[in-house]
């Protein structure tokens, strides 16, 4: 077993945390380090925590974390944020509202940049969330910025996926438009002492049933998490959830489509590593890439072949 997957199984916390840099990083140890720490994951709860910048996320995900404090589990908190621009790093946002619970030993908080991914979650969150398992965190907890591909993406890294809404600033078709409704498995309606809260889920409701029914209805939470009101009915809904795909036929279903996904995933990120060395490493390759009248879908499909045909060449050797 890999020395860090060793350590983390042991409880070492400052193992974990290179663990996810080492698997932010890219490095050359990382699928071997992972396949390890996939053998001692332990089945926390995975929740992602979504929604548009400004619906008081953090502010609720600081309230949440207190709440499973005093129950005495144990959090972890991936913060996926925005890559900077300059950089490259993650931009840490109102992630100061969290401060509080820095030096929490049950809490653990790591943000993160989505680095360019191709998704809008890096691969490096689904592996940072199982290396956050395998230390044998109760819970983790993934909240993202904005509400676009990352929200899509979301789904396919978490258990249970709550998106945060606020009354009267016009996120409910925005969601509707962008197939968010269909990913969430709750919504939080927060600052539910603003005017409008009764409007917004009216309009909830409505959508709801425009979507379609499955076993599970989606409950919908009003929340003020300013005054720590409505966070234990919420925690409620996220238990009653994680049961649910437990003991259903549709929660075993997920799972599998995760996998699969990930399967897929991992395989298309190795590949692409694999090409984009293929076409970096040659110097007649990077001056074509500067002509200023290249053709990229033939150069692409021309590529592609000289990239296939060498790699036959180095699988038959």
Not at 54 to 73: C, E, F, P
């Amino acid at each position: 077993m890999h020395e860090l997957a060793e350590r983390i199984q042991a409880g070492d916390i400052r193992a974990m945390a290179r663990a996810i840099t080492l698997v932010e990083n890219n490095h050359p140890d990382k699928l071997a380090l992972l396949s390890d720490v996939f053998s001692i994951k332990k089945q926390a709860h995975y929740i992602g925590i979504t929604g548009s910048p400004g619906a008081g996320k953090s502010s609720l995900v600081n309230r949440l974390l207190t709440h499973l404090r005093d129950r005495g589990l144990t959090v972890a908190v991936i913060a996926v944020d925005p890559t900077s621009p300059f950089s490259g790093g993650a931009l840490l946002g109102d992630r100061i509202r969290m401060q509080q619970h820095f030096t929490d030993p049950g809490i653990f908080i790591r943000s993160m940049a989505t680095r360019g991914s191709l998704g809008g979650l890096s691969r490096a969150t689904k592996d940072s969330i199982r290396i956050c398992d395998a230390y044998g965190f109760d819970v983790v907890l993934v909240e993202t910025v904005g509400v676009g591909q990352s929200e899509l993406d979301i789904m396919k890294v978490v258990d249970t996926t709550a998106v945060v809404l606020t009354p009267n600033s016009g996120d409910v078709l925005q969601i509707f438009k962008a197939g968010i409704m269909e990913i969430a498995d709750l919504f939080v309606l927060n600052k539910a002492d603003l005017p409008g809260v009764r409007k917004l889920k009216v309009q909830l409701e409505e959508l709801l049933m425009i979507s379609g029914h499955t076993d599970w209805v989606n409950p919908i939470i009003e929340t003020v998490s300013t005054e720590n009101k409505g966070i234990d009915t919420l925690w409620q809904e996220f238990v009653k959830h994680r049961a649910y795909l437990d003991e259903t036929e549709a929660g075993s279903q997920k799972r599998k489509n995760q996998l699969e996904l990930e399967v897929y995933d991992l395989m298309r990120e190795e590949l692409w590593k694999d090409v984009q060395t293929f076409v970096e490493s040659d110097e007649r390759k990077q001056e074509q890439l500067k002509e200023e009248n290249l053709d990229p879908y033939e150069q692409a499909s021309a590529w592609l072949e000289e990239w296939k045909k060498q790699r036959g060449r180095m699988g038959s050797s």
